[in-house]
């Protein structure tokens, strides 16, 4: 059975490799080189999100947690342990019993293999941790543990898996139009396949739309931008955005400090790259927490990518990081995800493949 794989993002490279493995003919198609759009644009983070647990989403978190635990293990030249301060602030927005009960959830979904457990530190500890930190209000910080990534490097990995496994990576092969009916129109013409699964990210629900093809689960595109700054040490910190829900992580990586992120709806005609509000908004934030302030000539680079969420919520920080999986005819399109949960939701693409191939 041949199958259609377009994007050559985390998502797209995880679906092709997972039907590879399970037997299928494959072919993926990538409109420019592989892992360049919101895959290599992310926190670098292999995470369960521990925000998220704010918001109900266990089920999310747990499965992430598993994921993360299978990156680290599997691929431990691309990936690391990092330790990641939660500062708490006398006008701290999160209580010290709420930011336990999360991290105590976070250690239990982890699992008695977890990367280690959570604890409290003194303001003195934080210190000796983290000694840019801010003095003045602190009562101390959560140490816990998540892991971090090079995103691109290991996209391209799971690349290789994909040769490996028998795929067909083309790159530079825009999709020009889709019919649910399995074929698929690139610059040399149609091309007819037995399914075709859309996992463009962002630009999913455009390709629909293009195709004249009905969007069953319409995105929220929220770009998120990061800023790289002179290091902080080997400690990431998680950081309340003064009078926001929001967090940013100042996070150690390759011997800089990457802060991030910001979140503003984009609209896909918008360049993708971080704006002067958005690199104001998070230095604003860094200096809130960290000395020597920073100023915008200190920026070593910046970056921004796409977040392609699933349409749930007015306020796009609390939008829902899950995917969904919806059929028409012979194409499966899939929305939202992340990074961390990329192989599962390449898993729950096979099996509902296996599935639509019994009932013929
Ligand atoms: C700022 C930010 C920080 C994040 N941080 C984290 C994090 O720390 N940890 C985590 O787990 N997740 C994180 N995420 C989420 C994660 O990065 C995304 O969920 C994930 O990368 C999405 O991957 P994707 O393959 O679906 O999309 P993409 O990586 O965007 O891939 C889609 C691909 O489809 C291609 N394409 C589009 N149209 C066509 C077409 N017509 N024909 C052929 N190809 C096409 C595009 O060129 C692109 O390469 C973050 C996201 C953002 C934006």
Known sequence: MRIAVIGGGINGLCTAWELAKAGYQVQLFERDALMQATSRASSKLLHG?????????????????????????????????????????????????????????????????????????????????????????????????DGQMDDYQLGLWVAAQCRKAGVTLFEHQPVLKLA???ELLLSSGWQSFDRIINVAGPWSEALLQQSNLPVQQSLDLVRGSHLLLPTLGRYGHMLEVPGSRRIVFALPYKHQCLLGTTEVRQQLHEPIACSEAERDELLAVYNQYF????????????????????????????????????????????????WTTARALARQVAKQVRQSTKQM
């Not at 010290?96 to 999360?102: T, V, Y």
């Not at 979904?109 to 840019?132: D, E, V, Y």
């Open 180 to 182: 649910a009916s399995g």
């Open 291 to 338: 000395h020597p302030q920073m100023q915008p000539v200190d920026v070593l680079d910046s970056f921004a990518g796409v977040r392609p969420l699933l349409k749930s919520s007015a306020d796009s920080s609390r939008a829902s990081r899950e995917y969904t999986l919806h059929w028409q005819q012979q194409l499966l399109t899939v929305s939202g995800g992340k």
């Open 49 to 145: 999100g521990l925000r998220y647990l704010e918001q109900g989403e266990f089920r999310l978190v747990r499965e992430a947690l598993q994921e993360r635990r299978w990156w680290l293990n599997k691929t431990s030249q691309l990936t690391r342990r990092i330790p990641l301060l939660y500062p708490l602030y006398r006008q701290g927005r999160r209580p010290r019993w709420q930011l336990k009960i999360g991290l105590m959830l976070y250690d239990f979904f982890a699992g008695r293999k977890g990367i280690g457990r959570h604890r409290w530190l003194t303001a003195a500890q934080t210190l000796r941790c983290s000694p840019q930190l801010t003095a003045e209000g602190l009562q101390g910080a959560y140490l816990f543990f």
